[in-house]
Every structure is written in C-alpha cells, then in structure tokens.
C-alpha cells in the first residue's frame, strides 16, 4: 500500500530524538502530565513516554495530533534541519499561533509587531534619553529601554446575557485588556429603558424601575482611555 505522505513520513521517521525532546518541552510548557497528554491524543501514556524517549518514531497523523494538543505547529515539532526555505520553526509556529486567533486579538498580535519592528530599527544603536529631572539616562546594560505603547484593546462585560425582574438590582463588571499600563476604567449606560427610574450607576450596577416597560435592556461599558472601545450586555425581562 502506497503511503500518503512519503516524503514527510519519511522525514518524521528519521528524527524520534529531536521530535520527542520538542514534544517534552512543549508539554512541560503547558504543565501537562504525560498521561494528560495521553488522554488528549488518545494515546497509551507508554507511547507517549516512547516518543518523548526518541524509542518510538510517529505517523504523520500522530504528529498532527499531539501539535494540536500541545498548541505549536506540527513544524514546531519537526524542525526540518534540511529545510532551505528561510523559515525557521519559531517564525512557523508564530503563523500557526496567528491563524487560529480570532478578532480582536489577530488584529493586536500584528499591530504589536509592527511595532516592535519599528523600535527595533529605531534602537538599533545604543542611545540615551531624558528623566523626569531632563537628565539623559541609559539601561545598565547600555542599551536604551524601549517604550511601551499604552493601549486599550478590548472590553468585555460579565455577565454578558441574563435575565432580571422588575425592582430589582444586579452587578456587572468590565473586562479591560490593556497594553502599556493603560487605566482599566469604564464608563457605564444602559438603553432600550422606558422609565427614567431603570439606571446603571458607575460601579455597574444596574436597578431596573419597577414600571419598566421594555423586554430587554442593553448594558454598554465603554473605556474611558478610548471611547471606541465598549462592550455590551444584554438583560432580559
């Protein structure tokens, strides 16, 4: 029988050592146990100590696996040493890490880089720079210490759905990720309200009137650092 993927089958079976140490080093990253590993792949806890061990080589399909459980590229794992492309296995598992990020974390994950590209062509050359007191300064090590960028790029708001009675109060709270030292803090509101009476105040807690007559209200945090971005609730009645 003719094998799916000779080549890399091939590659895969040639190096059990180096794929086990990266498989040992990757579920120690993650503090997983080898039966924990096991169970996440479907595998006998003695194969996986095999395959860490180099005693055992792996299937495509098995490589495949334990990548996935382990969350690096099954190129992280494989490190071609013959490969001439340009491409190393950290630069691979960083696309890999990238593609599986949903918005807006993606978006971030590349702004960050782009900025770091940057100050890392500006700093290329020691430099110094000014204290508080106008005086110039530099790290012990002689290099400049690079800026941090304050940012906010995400709220969300806990609980994000529920239902409520009339004349009563529940408390919500903001998640605010933030880069740089960034201020966590929120303003709070609430809309879709037919009685003055239903309000949120500014620790987010929301009393909804006991003649409120709308069927659902939405609550919206919105960060003071930057007004575009908010998160929502919703609260049904």
């Excluded at 940057?118 to 290329?124: C, F, K, N, P, Q």
């Excluded at 408390?171 to 605010?176: I, L, M, R």
Aim: charged residues 30%; aromatic residues 2%; proline residues 4%.
């Amino acid at each position: 029988m003719s094998r799916e993927h000779p080549g890399l089958e091939d590659l895969v079976s040639s190096l059990p050592n180096e794929i086990g140490r990266r498989v040992r080093a990757a579920r120690q990253r993650l503090e997983l146990t080898q039966e924990e590993l096991a169970e996440r792949v479907d595998m006998e806890a003695a194969t996986v100590r095999a395959v860490e061990a180099g005693r055992r080589g792996l299937s495509v399909e098995s490589l495949v696996r334990l990548a996935e459980a382990l969350h690096v590229s099954p190129g992280a794992l494989l490190e071609d040493p013959r490969r001439d492309d340009g491409v190393c296995a950290d630069e691979a598992e960083a696309v890999h890490i990238l593609r599986r990020l949903d918005e807006p974390w993606r978006s971030f994950v590349v702004r960050t880089l782009r900025e770091i590209q940057g100050l890392s062509l500006s700093y290329a050359e020691p430099r110094s720079h000014s204290t508080s007191s106008g005086q110039a300064h530099s790290t012990g090590s002689g290099q400049a210490e690079l800026p941090v960028r304050s940012e906010v790029f995400n709220v969300t708001v806990r609980p994000s759905r529920l239902c409520m009675l009339r004349d009563t109060r529940k408390q919500f709270s903001a998640d605010v990720a933030v880069t740089g030292g960034a201020e966590r803090t929120v303003s709070w509101e609430v809309g879709g309200n037919t009685s003055p009476k239903t309000h949120i105040s500014q620790d987010g807690t929301l009393y909804v009137a006991p003649g409120e007559k709308a069927e659902s209200l939405i609550v919206r945090a919105t960060s003071t650092v930057d007004r575009e971005k908010r998160g929502t609730a919703r609260v049904d009645l």
